[in-house]
Structure formats: structure tokens, C-alpha cells
């Protein structure tokens, strides 16, 4: 039972490039989320999703694209990466009105 | 809209110390609380939760009781231990359903505990 994993561990993107993030869980649950870490700026929800197929906006999502084809799965897409997107990002499952599971993150820096 | 209100470190405290991280929330009804913490380099755990009013959570030495008078759900810890180093964070979840979608966080506060 590996919980929620997230690939890549690290990436460097030149500004104007494109990425996708992959999270994984195997807890079956429902929920899935994206968040990123700043410094002095806690988390911050992207996007997330309450089951598969759907998606929905959090508090920052504008640069940003998610999709969930498979329950399982969330990726979330940087279609033209600005620095301002340098950050460590989160991706987080949850069963329906439960405490959320993070995987180990993304550190993510746009030059 | 529901919120979470943490203390600001950073928290610096000798080995042995007592620790206490407070925490205050808004919100409507009777949300769950939870404390989660963070290693350096890490991803979030999920240290304790609360899922109604008096219930005290607890793990690893650390205890949080949910006080829906004072609408606070504060970290302690009798004997901090340099392991115990990381961001804790605070925050909630609302028990409407439609609400009951995402956790509302406290921005987290920082503990270094030196030998």
C-alpha cells in the first residue's frame, strides 16, 4: 500500500515550458486535491476533484489545468510555466468527509 | 466562511520543554479538526484529529482537545524532543455536506528544539 504517491520528485523548467504533475493514490478514496507551499504563505489549493471526472477551481488556480480520467489518478498541468510558479506542490486524497493523505511533493523551479 | 487562526512562530524550545501551539477556528456547526505536521523535506501527516466537541486527540505524545466553547483546538506536548522539529499545522473541516470538500488550513507554525 504505497498511499499517495506524486512523480516527479523535481523538475527545472525554462519560463514558457509545459509540464505535467501525476499523482497516484491507492486508497480508492474519492477526493483529490492540488496544493502548492510557499514560504510564509501555508498551503493553497490549486484544484481538486470529487470523483472522477470532475474538477474544480480552489483558491489560485489561474496557470493551471487538472484532470481526472481515472479515480486514481490526478495530473495537473502547467501549460506555459512562470517563475511565480516556482513552488513545492502537494497533491492530496481523501474519502468523503475525511482528513486528507499527501504525498511526498514536488519541487518545482521556473528559470 | 469557516477560517483557521494559528499562533505565529517560529517556536524555539529546549529539549524537555512544554509545548503548547494555539489554535482558534470559525465556523459553522460542528466541523472536524484535525493538526498535521510536516518534516523537513516532507510531505503533510496527519498528526491527531477531533470530530466532536470534548473529544481529545492524541499521537505520539501529543494531545489536542476540541473546545467548542472557546472554539480552539490547541497542540501540546508535556516533553518536546528535537525529532518533534517541523511545521504543525491546524485546520478544519466542515461537517455540511457540499462544504465537507476541502480542509481549511492555518498558515502553520514553525518548532526548533535545540539539545
Known amino acids: 500500500n504505497a498511499g499517495v504517491t506524486q512523480t516527479p520528485k523535481f523538475r527545472v523548467l525554462k519560463t514558457g515550458q509545459s509540464m505535467t504533475l501525476l499523482c497516484a493514490q491507492d486508497?480508492?478514496?474519492?477526493?483529490m486535491y492540488w496544493y502548492r507551499q510557499d514560504p510564509g504563505m501555508g498551503l493553497r489549493l490549486i484544484h481538486y476533484s470529487v470523483g472522477e471526472g470532475t474538477t474544480a477551481k480552489g483558491e489560485v488556480p489561474d496557470g493551471y489545468n487538472v484532470s481526472r480520467l481515472k479515480k486514481q489518478n490526478f495530473l495537473l498541468g502547467l501549460e506555459s510555466a512562470a517563475p511565480s510558479q516556482t513552488s513545492v506542490y502537494f497533491c492530496a486524497s481523501s474519502a468523503i468527509g475525511a482528513e486528507q493523505y499527501f504525498g511526498p511533493g514536488t519541487r518545482l523551479t521556473v528559470t | 466562511g469557516d477560517s483557521v487562526t494559528q499562533m505565529e512562530g517560529p517556536v524555539t524550545l529546549s529539549e524537555e520543554a512544554f509545548l503548547t501551539i494555539n489554535c482558534t477556528y470559525t465556523?459553522?456547526?460542528?466541523?472536524?479538526l484535525f493538526w498535521y505536521v510536516q518534516y523537513p523535506g516532507e510531505g503533510l501527516q496527519l498528526l491527531l484529529k477531533a470530530t466532536k466537541a470534548d473529544d481529545k486527540g492524541s499521537n505520539k505524545g501529543f494531545e489536542a482537545t476540541y473546545r467548542k466553547e472557546t472554539t480552539s483546538f490547541h497542540l501540546e506536548k508535556g516533553s518536546v524532543q528535537v525529532s518533534d522539529s517541523a511545521v504543525y499545522f491546524c485546520a478544519l473541516l466542515a461537517r455540511n455536506a457540499g462544504n465537507n470538500r476541502k480542509l481549511i488550513w492555518g498558515l502553520g507554525t514553525s518548532l526548533a528544539v535545540n539539545p
Open positions: 465556523a459553522t456547526g460542528y466541523p472536524s
Open positions: 486508497m480508492n478514496h474519492e477526493y
